[in-house]
T-cell receptor, first 112, second 109 residues
């Protein structure tokens, strides 16, 4: 596969569940990002990783926990979410920080 | 504060031109433009790095006025495929782009 791949595409979880979103990029990029997209606040930056180190945490609640084990993979671990966390979660990568982004197709998350 | 885009929405006939503006109360050091079609991921269009820079490919181009802290995206002789939501973004606060709320563009035949 090429580009940025996100799994799963859709996820429904209860407020007491623990789940993880996965992002994989096959572009050799050094920076990866998590964004939340909802009707109320389009494209909210959540986390930024550069060379596997977190460089930005945009005041995201602790119920969201990112992990970047290597430059090709990014995870977003979810636990005890709220219904207002329902949104499209987009992963992106770029060659270096703030170069042009390549986005994945996103995970549509519904918290019930 | 996020970049402010205008207009919020625009409806055009095929072949008409459109201008989408992006401005910021904070200094802009670079501006990105993306297009997102319904149900799809945003797609990178272009990045402008220097004040006065203009870029474009085919009938989509952009300018960046660093002093005025604004950028504009120009769509010439619009095609049906140009429909979507256009976002501008900039690294306003730290690493990572802060995006505007988007401009919805509808092209009618």
């Amino acid at each position: 596969e090429t580009g940025v791949t996100q799994t799963p595409r859709h996820l429904v979880m209860g407020m007491t569940n623990k789940k993880s979103l996965k992002c994989e990029q096959h572009l050799g990029h050094n920076a990866m990002y998590w964004y939340k997209q909802s009707a109320k606040k389009p494209l909210e930056l959540m986390f930024v990783y550069s060379l596997e180190e977190r460089v930005e945490n945009n005041s995201v609640p602790s119920r969201f926990s990112p992990e970047c084990p290597n430059s090709s993979h990014l995870f977003l671990h979810l636990h005890t979410l709220q219904p207002e966390d329902s949104a499209l979660y987009l992963c992106a990568s770029s060659q270096e920080l703030n170069y042009g982004y390549t986005f994945g197709s996103g995970t549509r998350l519904t918290v019930v | 504060q996020q970049p402010v885009q205008s207009p919020q929405a625009v409806i055009l006939r095929e072949g008409e031109d459109a201008v989408i503006n992006c401005s910021s109360s904070k200094a802009l050091y670079s501006v990105h433009w993306y297009r997102q079609k319904h149900g799809e991921a945003p797609v990178f269009l272009m990045i402008l790095l220097k004040g006065g820079e203009q870029k474009g490919h085919e009938k989509i181009s952009a300018s960046f006025n660093e002093k005025k802290q604004q950028s504009s995206l120009y769509l010439t002789a619009s095609q049906l495929s140009y429909s979507g939501t256009y976002f501008c973004g900039s690294p306003l606060y730290a690493d990572g782009l802060t995006f505007g709320k988007g401009t919805h563009l509808i092209i009618q035949p």
